[in-house]
């Protein structure tokens, strides 16, 4: 490694020493989009099945909170061997469509939409600001 690599290797470590808890990992960063401000995305150790409803409860006692479908694409391409071969769910819902949520392919990357009142998995992660 030359000096640039290891001083970039060494702020990584530091960064990561400080901000993950035990069980979590990181899946990368998040570039704002529409103005808003760049985002750390840190998976949470656990995971849940059930209906939508009750998947966002659970994240958020987990002191987390579902991922955005781009985040999920993030875990997707960073983390994948993190996750079962199995669809999971988003944070999000597709417009005018309330009864649906978005959800991940861990299998092949596809998102796609599904009733809220199904069963699925679900991962919950918390962001770090810029």
């Known amino acids: ?7 970039n290797f060494d702020a990584k470590a530091a960064f990561l020493a400080q901000h993950l808890k ?5 899946a990368g ?11 750390h995305i840190i998976l949470l150790a656990s995971t849940f099945r059930g209906t939508h409803q009750d998947a966002v409860k659970w994240a958020k006692k987990q002191g987390g909170e579902l991922p955005s479908r781009r ?5 997707f391409a ?11 769910w988003s944070s999000e819902q597709p417009a005018g469509n ?6 991940q392919g861990f299998l092949n ?9 199904d069963q699925y998995r679900a991962v919950a992660v918390r962001s770090l600001i810029l």
């Not at 309330?98 to 959800?103: C, F, G, I």
């Open 1 to 7: 490694m030359n000096m640039a690599e290891t001083t």
């Open 22 to 26: 035990t069980g979590e990992s990181y």
């Open 29 to 39: 960063l998040l570039l704002g989009k529409n103005g808003e401000p760049d985002r």
């Open 71 to 75: 985040g999920q694409s993030l875990l």
């Open 78 to 88: 960073n983390l994948p061997d993190l996750f079962e071969k199995a669809w999971y």
């Open 98 to 103: 309330p009864d649906y949520a978005w959800m």
């Open 109 to 117: 990357g596809h998102q796609y939409y599904i009733r809220k009142s």
